[in-house]
């Protein structure tokens, strides 16, 4: 499902097709990027019934140039993290099964 696929969802499903798509998109877009800012101000978001985006800092750690097999450094980093809530695990996904 990408973003226009989620704008007509919403406009059948909860807010009645004669809901602008233009309103609905700039309503999506907009809490996009709020969750993404509030993110990148290193504070998590918790969204009851789906679940967490919070930031994560990395390690260094060595890994391999994979042309070559040469050792290499990769250097500390952060990274956005997604926890879901248990109501995923509820719902029959395994956490041991890839998807």
Known sequence: MNRTDIVEYTRSHGGGTDLPRKIVRE????????????VLED????????GTFELRKRADR???????GEPLLIKSHRVVVFRPTRHFWEE???RNKPV
């Open 43 to 50: 504070k998590s978001v918790k969204l009851t019934g789906f």
């Open 27 to 38: 309503a999506l877009d907009f809490v996009i990027e709020e969750i993404a800012q509030t």
């Open 62 to 68: 060595l890994g391999c140039n994979p042309k070559t």
């Open 92 to 94: 029959g996904m395994d």
